[in-house]
């Protein structure tokens, strides 16, 4: 597939990191024709963020991505919290209802190799060396100026534009846009390095103390990631080698990089285990800033990524957070391209993330805050309180949720319908995984079992339709079974009615109750409401569920308000 067969005007992603990427391959994947480009010659080589959460393994496998991740990547199944010698929390991600219940840790840079290696394969390549040294932009399109490694220029004039260059957004800067928060005196200091230790190695560990904060995260065969605050100042750089990498706004001056001596003393002020530090890869001093934007969207121009936010890297929500708002921007934009949607579907980007940023830069900016308290309430807090909380079922689980990003929902958006089921997911929610017998499906898919993230293609809506189960005398279901269940009438006309309305852009699948084993029943993840439908974005959230019959009607007029330009309810089920 070539993203490039389409006529239309591109649309140009400026920044070829982890967003720039995301979106270029959600666009690539709709066959929606892009350019992306990066002023850098060479892709970073150093790790920077490393922290890949569960949904977004979730997103990355519905994009048949995730088992090369997984492959590359050191899973870190239990974070632990200390504070002056003792632990406070321990946190373990095995209840998580996901195929992925841990943190994987993986190099940024080989985290945009594997995306890069993809969307070679959808026939989109980043253009090295090239700057937007000038833009504009109209009613019918955007003007911009690129000018290449060799001094050589060229105008385009794409259709969109997708701002995902960076903390420094010379676009955002451009647009004139207010990147509001602050920026903190405090100096953070990053490194690599080799180091033994005696606890397991998939925990992570966070230590607190009146010295300052020490984070390591383990990242395979002995590798860890090391951040401290309150680091020592960094000095002007002379002979040393200058720290290759600086994290937020504004820059630092060129210093020197922290030595292995630094990073060795940190460790043993504030950490009260033992651990060995003997090799350093890399290390870099940053800022850490709490900062966003006022809006994701200025005309045909989108922000993204660091050009729209920057925060505390706790939590490691970041890179995570500009990945999925890609992807929840990229169906969108091919569905107004392809002519299909009104352009007011581009609005629920911005109604649909930016309190999502909001949430991150609070919720980042209070963890950073009270792991670096050494006197006062939120010293409190962290000592005598969370010890307590942290023992409460309800909120270990809030917390799990949260730092996994699966409790990300989109209820308030308006391009929800939702109905009232018997349990499963709400409208607005992420859609979870599940085994199922496939009844029937497009594609020619013969009857068997699956599951719903083999199913669903994020170039398409999904529908399913979910019926009662076949007579089986208690007995599993024969996933060779010939006979079906008799076709429904009001399902047959829905299903036409929707390939009419969604033309070319939704994929039916009838599917039922098995009792197979491998994964979550279908009842364990949408209910037990039978017969029912869920319409699955192409971005994996749920825009509309209900129950076949009485809501089938509503849901046809919510696909026809949203996601076509001018397409009518077909007479026969018109109200």
Not at 555 to 574: M, N, S, Y
Request: glycine fraction near 8%.
């Amino acid at each position: 597939m070539n993203a490039a067969a389409n006529n239309a005007s591109p649309v140009l992603i400026v920044g070829a990191g982890p967003t720039g990427l995301a979106a270029a391959m959600s666009l690539a994947r709709a066959h929606i024709p892009v350019r992306l480009i990066d002023r850098a010659m060479q892709p970073n080589p150093y790790s920077r963020a490393i922290g890949i959460q569960a949904r977004t393994l979730e997103l990355l496998e519905q994009h048949r991505l995730a088992e090369r991740f997984l492959e590359l990547g050191h899973r870190a199944r239990v974070a632990n919290l200390f504070s002056n010698g003792m632990r406070l929390a321990q946190l373990d991600f095995d209840p998580l209802h996901t195929r992925y219940p841990y943190l994987l840790f993986l190099d940024q840079s080989v985290t945009e190799r594997l995306l890069t290696e993809h969307l070679a394969t959808l026939g989109v390549t980043i253009e090295r060396g090239v700057e937007l040294t000038m833009f504009s932009q109209g009613s019918v399109g955007v003007q911009a100026t690129l000018r290449r490694a060799d001094g050589h220029t060229e105008t385009l004039r794409p259709s969109y534009m997708i701002a995902a260059d960076g903390a420094h957004s010379a676009i955002r800067h451009g647009l004139g846009l207010n990147f509001v928060g602050k920026t903190s005196e405090q100096t953070f200091l990053l490194a690599d390095v080799h180091a033994e230790t005696d606890w397991p190695d998939d925990e992570f560990h966070i230590f607190a103390s009146g010295e300052g904060l020490v984070a390591l995260f383990p990242m395979g065969h002995g590798r860890h990631r090391l951040i401290a605050d309150h680091a020592v100042e960094p000095t002007p750089a002379a002979a040393a080698p200058l720290s290759p990498v600086v994290l937020g706004e504004p820059p630092l001056a060129r210093v020197r990089a922290p030595s292995l001596d630094e990073c060795k003393a940190l460790v043993a002020r504030r950490v009260h285990e033992r651990v060995d530090v003997s090799e350093l890869a890399w290390s870099s001093y940053f800022h850490v800033n709490s900062r966003m934007v006022e809006r994701l969207r200025v005309g045909r121009v989108f922000l993204a990524g660091d050009a729209a936010h920057v925060h505390s890297p706790a939590g490691a929500q970041g890179m995570n957070t500009g990945i999925q708002e890609a992807f929840n921007l990229g169906w969108k934009l091919a569905r107004v391209l392809k002519g299909a949607a009104p352009d007011r579907l581009l609005d629920t980007y911005h109604i649909e993330r930016h309190p999502i940023e909001r949430d991150v830069l609070r919720q980042t900016g209070f963890i950073t805050q009270m792991a670096e308290a050494d006197h006062g309430p939120l010293k409190l807090l962290r000592e005598r309180v969370m010890p307590v909380l942290a023992a409460l079922g309800p909120l270990r689980d809030a917390a799990r949720l949260t730092i996994s990003e699966l409790s990300i929902q989109y209820r308030r958006s308006p391009l929800t319908l939702e109905r009232v089921l018997d349990g499963g997911p709400r409208a607005g929610e992420r859609a979870p995984d599940a085994v199922v017998h496939v009844v029937d499906g497009p594609l020619g898919r013969a009857p068997g079992i699956g599951c719903i993230y083999d199913l669903h293609d994020p170039a398409f809506f999904s529908l399913f339709l979910l019926v009662p189960p076949l007579p089986a005398d208690d007995k599993p279901l024969d996933p060779d079974a010939k006979h079906a269940p008799p076709a429904d009438a009001e399902l047959e006309r829905l299903t036409a009615d929707m390939e009419k309305l969604l033309e070319g852009a939704v994929r039916i699948w009838r599917v039922t109750d098995t009792s197979g084993d491998g994964g979550p029943s279908l009842a364990e993840s949408y209910g037990r409401t039978r017969p029912s439908f869920y319409l699955l974005r192409p971005d994996g959230y749920i825009s509309a569920r209900g129950r076949t019959g009485s809501d089938l009607n509503g849901l046809l007029r919510h696909c026809e308000a949203w996601f076509t330009v001018d397409g009518q309810i077909p007479e026969q089920t018109a109200v």
